[in-house]
């Protein structure tokens, strides 16, 4: 009797340190949830100061917007620069206070922003369907190593709620895993 007690005590034992081991915290991500089920839909592994950027046809000029965005110490995210063509619906007309509002290259740049956010909710667009998510180091022409189209992950229409927090190996079995 005596040794089927240590037996069930040690299943137990087993059972609550698989349970607490697939749920501890193993490294920071950029999650992007399903914005109506809220569930886990897909991840990039990021860490503090990683940078990363969501590019994305605009649906009336049809000309690419370039939003720059790093992960903060405290695991915001911060936008640091916005790149546009053209002006128009939705588009920012100059620089607020601390930022550079610069024409290069035939393209606006707004630079030096620090629009800090807990979380941004995105639409993958429907009827120009065209985001991409870019991540890495970049090169001197300032073009990252890594670029995904949100096809590749999402459902063109629906929308996600992406946030810098720490994943679980579990959330890494349920998740995908954005690569190149």
Known sequence: MQRKKR???LVIIIIIGISIGVNYPIQTALIF?????GELTAFLPLH????????????????DVVEKYKVTDDLQIEQYEIIYEEFGIGMPSNAGENEEFIYE???????????QF????????KVVSNHRLAWGERNSNDVACCEVPFNDYFEPGDWYKVKVDWITLLDYWEGERIHE
């Open 33 to 37: 949830h399903d914005g109506e089920s």
């Open 105 to 115: 290259d035939g393209k606006y740049h707004i630079r030096n922003m620090k629009h």
């Open 118 to 125: 807990e979380s941004l909710n995105i639409r993958n667009g």
């Open 48 to 63: 503090e100061n990683d940078s990363f950027s969501i590019t994305f046809t605009h649906s009336i000029h049809l000309t």
């Open 7 to 9: 037996l069930v005590l």
